[in-house]
C-alpha cells in the first residue's frame, strides 16, 4: 500500500523558513508528479507547487520567488523550502503524487502557521 509520509511543518514567525518533506512509501513506480496543496481554514484546497521526474516545476504566483520545490527521484521524496514566510501562508499542506499509471494519492498534511 502506497503512503506519503510528511514533515517538516511547525509554528514560524513572518519572514521565517521552514522546509517540509514528504516520502512515497510502497510503491514499485517513480511517482511521475510529485507536488503540494495547502488548504487555510475556511477556504479550498490550493496548489502550491509540483515538480516532475525532469525537474519541470509549477508555482502558484502567491508563491513564487519565495518557495522552492525540488526532489529525489531515487528516494521517491519530494520537499518544499518556504522562506519569506507570510501569515497568509498558514495552511494545512498535503503532498500528492501520481504514479506512472496515473494513480493520485496523499498524505496527511502538515499543519504550517505563520504567526508572531
Known amino acids: 500500500q502506497v503512503q506519503l509520509v510528511e514533515s517538516g511543518g511547525g509554528l514560524v514567525q513572518p519572514g521565517g523558513s521552514l522546509r517540509l518533506s514528504c516520502a512515497a512509501s510502497g510503491s514499485i513506480f517513480i511517482m511521475n508528479v510529485m507536488g503540494w496543496y495547502r488548504q487555510a481554514p475556511g477556504e479550498q484546497c490550493e496548489l502550491v507547487a509540483t515538480?516532475?521526474?525532469?525537474?519541470?516545476?509549477n508555482y502558484a504566483d502567491s508563491v513564487k520567488g519565495r518557495f522552492t520545490i525540488s526532489r529525489n527521484n531515487a528516494k521517491n521524496t519530494v520537499y518544499l523550502q518556504m522562506n519569506s514566510l507570510k501569515p497568509d501562508d498558514t495552511a494545512v499542506y498535503y503532498c500528492?503524487?501520481?504514479?506512472?499509471?496515473?494513480?493520485?494519492?496523499w498524505g496527511q498534511g502538515t499543519q504550517v502557521t505563520v504567526s508572531s
Open positions: 515538480i516532475t521526474t525532469g525537474a519541470i516545476t
Open positions: 500528492n503524487a501520481e504514479d506512472q499509471i496515473h494513480r493520485i494519492y
